[in-house]
């Protein structure tokens, strides 16, 4: 018999009103108010209540698979025939609720429910990953039965079987609670993996001829509440209570993705994505989950190296590197001056450290952590729109895009170059937010995301924009007419968004039309670059035209806060960019290099960066691990890994994400320490040798503070090297085709180094053409095509035939770890040719 709860009157004199859109319910006796909807499990927690389940996930939708979360429920004083999964059903006014708290008939239906469970699981917690963790476990010691009525075998499974290079999967395990389909299907929009098979035979499969090759499948592993779905990297390498957890920040992209670092005594062993509403609810990516071992390859720099007379670098002191460093330093800018390349991969504090370095110790404003394309536009663009843009000013957040009323996106490809951004616009998408991709391909991102393409070949962006701008516009260059208005007044409404990649920077006048656009439309704008570190870099002054805290260079009362600051004076002349300093070093302007934080492949022409850092008199490279550039360097620093220093990233939206060290005990240094040693030398100081120091420095100047500046026109010009054409220039032989392109998320960069099952689901290099002109130069899906550029460069890539604009071909923008600029001296825009890869001579 169940023991009855009276529960308290309802509608009492004394009571308090129902809030709107609120019913009242009783739980275990307890009276709650609860939003119309909710489920009684949510209701059940906000009152301290946990329910045990299996299938549920607060991020998916509810199925009720499992069963484990049964209840008895009351409606109008008569009890439903049969307990309710409280996942699934929703709270009702004067529902009366007892949980296995209260009901001996829940508790019983739950028990009975995990014997059921375990009538084919197998008993190998001991070996299993999940062991320590595992719901399962936990409730089964917690609740199950101490004997088992099963006495029949259980089922077997060949264990494991690959589901993709990445994720393992052990059938026997698997209690077909469907977290893991349901993410792929909702979540990720990879349908990659699903239900096979009916009745007792029921399991996860896939499509043999299709792996499970997503971008997110790690979550699966994580949200797998029994062990059936294992990592091939983390499997049977470590117990969870055998592990060291330390919150920590993902560095590979823009997002600022919150994690957990588990590590024991032979280093990091795995990562794990932590619960950041805000930012990252409680995904990340595989190459953020999976992409930690590329310090541990072989080549990690451990001691400092100066080279010595015999031309050959060796190990040396901090003490003489120092001094080698500074005396080499000091006279290369006394004789020319050194220019400084930071990259985009420094934590905030560290990037503050190179920008009051350059300043004080160089006394120059060479420096520059854009190691990419980009117009001269783009400084400006990013002073005058970027700087100082936070949430807490009123800027773009994860958050306000799933109300915004459109989202347009210019020069971005969310899936490849920021994928939780991807998964955030894919939510939204599912909320009925309209998004929309400026650009000449409709990429499978894109129809995931539900987006719609406006059409534009490189170059032709600007006058869609202005188009789009102006109410009623009779041409948007969007052939659909309903499609053109349905963009043009969602983005004119009030809160509408604007996300800017860093590619938008290799148009030029791309970025002023934007400007113009937000400022003609009221959208909110925010920029998302690739790389972990480009939005700390640009506030904290690694760039040319600006000092910390978006002051820019040429304003005299903005230099004179800064000297007042830092006590010392701050050069005039605004600095070069990065191809501006390598230019000045091949010309023999600048007579030294300082180099922290930087992959030369990430630039565009990377033979003729070395050949310009070969062509230095004095390089100092302050670098992880050995590369082309410490082979050319006189003085290398070892510097730390992300995961042994503390600092803090500064994510796209302007949000500051700090992170502890998980691997302090190793001893190594940050570029702040090194560079704050290095400034004692050479008589300043920087006052960066610990992140606190620094960002108490940078608080003095106020570095998050928003600063409004003028948009300069600097009659940005067509690159030298080739012409743009225009989309639709091909001739019936082969063609000229203008190039669309951007770097995928796993294409060989050394931060995906030392772990193979991660690069086994990087994406087959292809190129992409419409169906119009594939049948115009009698290409098949899968033939081989041969690309021709203005440097006499030639790639062969097999087609894929896409969605996009006739006259435009889509060619990754790295292949075979190659950047594509340096393969076809092409970029976006640039006109190359198009033939069948039989043809010679095209």
């Not at 006495?151 to 609670?177: G, Q, W, Y």
């Not at 503050?352 to 420096?367: G, P, S, W």
């Not at 203008?738 to 995928?744: G, Q």
Request: net charge negative.
């Amino acid at each position: 018999m169940t023991q009855t709860v009276n529960p308290p009157a309802i509608g009492g004199a004394d009571e308090k009103p129902v809030p709107a859109g609120h019913v009242r319910l009783t739980i275990d006796g307890v009276v709650v108010d609860a939003p119309k909807g909710e489920l009684i499990i949510r209701a059940a927690e906000r009152i301290g209540t946990a329910i045990p389940r299996f299938c549920d996930h607060p991020l998916l939708e509810p199925v009720g698979a499992c069963r484990q979360c049964l209840v008895e429920v009351e409606m109008g004083g008569r009890p439903m025939p049969k307990p309710q999964a409280s996942c699934t059903q929703t709270v009702a006014d004067g529902m009366v609720v007892r949980t296995q708290v209260t009901s001996p008939v829940a508790e019983k239906a739950q028990r009975s429910n995990l014997e059921f469970l375990l009538l084919n699981h197998p008993l190998d917690c001991p070996i299993c990953d999940k062991g320590g963790e595992c719901p399962l476990q936990n409730q089964t010691l917690a609740n199950g039965a101490a004997d088992s009525r099963m006495h029949e075998a259980k089922r077997v499974f060949t264990k494991p079987i690959n589901i993709s290079t990445e994720i393992l999967l052990d059938r026997e395990r698997c209690v077909l609670c469907q977290r893991c389909t349901r993410f792929s299907d909702q979540i990720a929009g990879d349908q990659f993996i699903d239900l096979l098979e009916r009745g007792s035979a029921q399991q996860i499969g896939i499509n043999s001829a299709e792996p499970f090759q997503s971008y997110f499948s790690g979550n699966t592993i994580q949200i797998c509440p029994v062990g059936a779905l294992t990592s091939a990297a983390y499997r049977f390498r470590s117990r969870p209570f055998d592990l060291v957890s330390t919150p920590t920040i993902c560095e590979h992209c823009a997002d600022g993705c919150a994690q957990r670092t588990d590590h024991r005594s032979v280093g990091v062993t795995r990562r794990l994505a932590a619960n950041d509403p805000e930012v990252n609810d409680e995904w990340n990516c595989d190459k953020g989950r999976f992409a930690f071992t590329y310090t541990n390859v072989g080549d990690r720099i451990t001691r400092p190296l100066v080279r010595g007379s015999d031309g050959q670098l060796a190990p040396v002191s901090w003490t003489e590197a120092m001094a080698a460093a500074a005396d080499g330093l000091a006279t290369a800018r006394d004789t020319g001056g050194v220019g400084v390349l930071t990259g985009g991969r420094l934590t905030v504090t560290d990037a503050y450290a190179y920008a009051k370095f350059t300043r004080l110790a160089l006394r120059t404003n060479d420096i520059d952590f854009r190691a990419r394309v980009h117009t001269p536009e783009e400084a400006e663009f990013l002073a005058a729109r970027v700087t100082g843009v936070t949430p807490d000013t009123g800027g773009v957040t994860f958050s306000s895009l799933e109300k915004a009323p459109g989202v347009l996106l210019v020069g971005l490809e969310p899936e490849e170059e920021s994928p939780i951004l991807f998964l955030r616009l894919r939510k939204a998408s599912r909320k009925n937010v309209p998004v929309f991709s400026l650009g000449a391909v409709a990429s499978r991102g894109l129809h995931k995301m539900a987006g719609t393409l406006l059409p534009s070949a490189p170059g032709t962006e600007a006058s869609v924009l202005q188009a789009l701008s102006a109410e009623g516009s009779a041409d948007a260059g969007v052939s659909d007419a309903a499609v053109r208005n349905r963009a043009g007044s969602a983005l004119r409404s009030a809160g509408a968004v604007v996300l800017v990649g860093e590619r938008a920077a290799e148009i030029p006048g791309l970025l002023t039309a934007v400007a113009a656009f937000v400022d003609a439309t009221g959208a909110k704008l925010a920029w998302v670059p690739r790389r972990a570190g480009e939005r700390g870099a640009l506030d904290a002054g690694a760039i040319g035209n600006l000092l910390p805290g978006g002051r820019a260079v040429a304003d005299a009362s903005a230099r004179l806060e800064v000297e007042t600051a830092w006590g010392a004076p701050v050069p005039v002349r605004p600095g070069r960019d990065t191809s501006g300093i390598l230019d000045a070093v091949g010309e023999g302007g600048l007579a030294g290099l300082l180099i922290g934080g930087l992959e030369i492949a990430d630039l565009p022409d990377p033979a003729a960066a070395l050949a310009a850092v070969a062509a230095a008199g004095f390089v100092v490279s302050l670098e992880l691990r050995r590369s082309a550039v410490t082979e050319l360097a006189d003085v290398v620093f070892p510097v730390a890994a992300v995961a042994e220093k503390a600092g803090a990233f500064v994510n796209w939206e302007g949000r500051h994400r700090p992170f502890g060290a998980a691997l302090a005990e190793f001893g190594t240094l940050d570029e702040g320490r090194i560079l704050d040693t290095l400034g004692v030398e050479m008589d300043v100081d920087l006052y960066t040798q610990t992140p606190v120091a620094a960002r108490a420095d940078m608080g003095r100047l106020g570095v998050s503070a928003v600063r409004a500046h003028e948009v300069v026109d600097s009659s940005p010009t067509r690159p030298k090297t080739a012409s743009f054409v225009s989309a639709g220039e091909v001739d019936k032989r082969g063609g000229r085709f203008a190039v669309a392109s951007w770097r995928m998320a796993l294409d060989g960069s050394r931060g995906l180094d030392g772990e193979p099952h991660l690069a086994g689901t990087a994406k087959t290099e292809v190129c992409r053409l419409s169906a119009a002109d594939a049948a115009r130069l009698r290409l098949v899906e899968g033939a081989a095509v041969r690309v021709t550029g203005p440097s006499g460069g030639v790639v062969t890539l097999p087609l894929a035939v896409t969605e996009m604009v006739d006259g435009v071909i889509w060619l990754p923008g790295r292949i075979r770890e190659t950047p594509l600029i340096a393969l076809l001296g092409a970029t976006a825009g640039i006109g190359v040719r198009v033939a069948a890869a039989e043809r010679t001579g095209a």
